[in-house]
């Protein structure tokens, strides 16, 4: 029975500090979410983030604008959704590293008939830094 009561007074005290920490974390913070490459990205200020390589013929140390912002949120206000863009909304990045991730080895094997396939592919990716969310 001991062991009962014990978790009981430990539930309600945890799930509070847990709140206290996710209330003040989220309140101060301003964060966007944006789209490229496919894929979407949850960013703040000063983040560094690993994008899909982008088309364009870009080096490192260039500014990246980013317009399409799906979310964005202070934590002081109603967040603004857009549907499905933000109007006038931008993330500004600068461009940090153009690298590749490391080696995917993929094997294609048949037993008993000799047939055996190996490569690897390194998918390249862009790093970069957030500068701002207007």
Known sequence: MTEATTTQKKTPVSKAKSQELTAKSSDSILYAVFA????????????????????????????LIFDKVLLVDDGSTEATIGTPFIKGAEVNATLNKIARYKTI???????????????????????IKIDSIK
């Open 36 to 63: 490229t490459g496919g894929k979407q990205y949850r960013v703040a200020v000063g983040d560094l983030v690993k994008i899909e390589k982008l088309t364009d013929t870009h080096k490192e140390g260039d500014k």
């Open 105 to 127: 080895d993929v094997i294609k094997y048949k037993q008993k008939s000799r047939y055996f396939k190996k490569y690897g592919h390194r998918q390249p990716y862009f790093e």
